[in-house]
């Protein structure tokens, strides 16, 4: 068993900065990739940037680039969601994704996700 626990979501009014931690825990010591994900009522879950764990490369989605920085820790079992200039728009609940590194490979996908935490923005 694999647990993702997000932690950092709140309320802030926009322009202001949030920042979202992700630990993985479990039957599970390294992962390929991780990232954030998003999805607010009758929306389709998108993803908003993701960190792969071998070479730091990150993608981001245009929505939310220049103003989020995902970064890992050295462990690669944590990863972290820094939002800054935050937006109306950016209301929703941000869930944790992770592919594990298994025996020396990567499934390609996200096999483990966490229950989300919310992020609300006010204007």
């Known amino acids: 068993q694999v647990q993702l626990a997000e932690s950092g979501g709140g309320s802030v009014q926009a322009g202001g900065s949030l920042k979202l931690s992700c630990v993985a825990s479990?039957?599970?010591?390294?992962?390929?990739?991780m990232g954030w994900y998003r999805q607010g009522s009758e929306k389709e879950r998108e993803l908003v940037a993701r960190?792969?764990?071998?070479?730091?490369?990150?993608i981001y989605a245009d929505s939310v680039k220049g103003r989020f920085t995902i970064s890992q820790d050295d462990t690669k079992l944590r990863v972290f969601l820094q939002m800054n200039n935050l937006k109306t728009e950016d209301t929703d609940v941000y869930y944790c994704?992770?592919?594990?590194?298994?025996?020396?490979?990567?499934?390609?996908?996200?096999?483990?996700w966490g229950r989300g935490t919310q992020v609300t923005v006010s204007s």
């Open positions: 479990g039957y599970i010591d390294d992962t390929c990739g």
């Open positions: 960190i792969d764990s071998r070479d730091g490369t990150a």
């Open positions: 994704a992770a592919e594990p590194l298994r025996f020396g490979y990567c499934s390609g996908s996200f096999g483990y």
